[in-house]
């Protein structure tokens, strides 16, 4: 069984930066893409990047410009480095792992979670 385990997640102020880190485990020939997810309590979750075993990368608009994701291969770990940090951006960030018609952000589409970490940002 593939693990997940996110960690980084912090209060910050706006405008601060973040990088977040899913350590991967069990990894398995159907995980190879990597993502990055958030959920605000009482909303659905948002998929906001996913990266591929080579790398190539893809956003959802809402992060476009300051988020990145990027994966070292050699210990299968995936960081979201975020930057320019916004009251909105505020959510439990969850990493995920899946094979799938990429790019998708479709929660539905990963078939691997971790536990989330928890990112506020104030103003």
């Known amino acids: 069984q593939v693990q997940l385990v996110e960690s980084g997640g912090a209060s910050v102020q706006a405008g601060g930066s973040l990088r977040l880190s899913c350590a991967a485990s069990?990894?398995?020939?159907?995980?190879?893409?990597r993502a990055w997810f958030r959920q605000v309590p009482g909303k659905e979750r948002e998929g906001i990047a996913t990266?591929?075993?080579?790398?190539?990368?893809y956003y959802a608009d809402s992060v476009k410009g300051r988020f990145t994701i990027s994966r070292d291969n050699a210990d299968n770990t995936v960081y979201l480095q975020m930057n320019n940090l916004e009251p909105e951006d505020t959510a439990i960030y969850y990493c995920?792992?899946?094979?799938?018609?990429?790019?998708?952000?479709?929660?539905?589409?990963?078939?691997?979670w971790g536990q989330g970490t928890q990112v506020s940002v104030s103003s």
């Open positions: 069990r990894l398995t020939s159907n995980s190879q893409h």
């Open positions: 995920a792992a899946g094979i799938v018609d990429w790019p998708s952000l479709d929660e539905a589409a990963y078939n691997y």
């Open positions: 990266i591929t075993l080579l790398s190539n990368t």
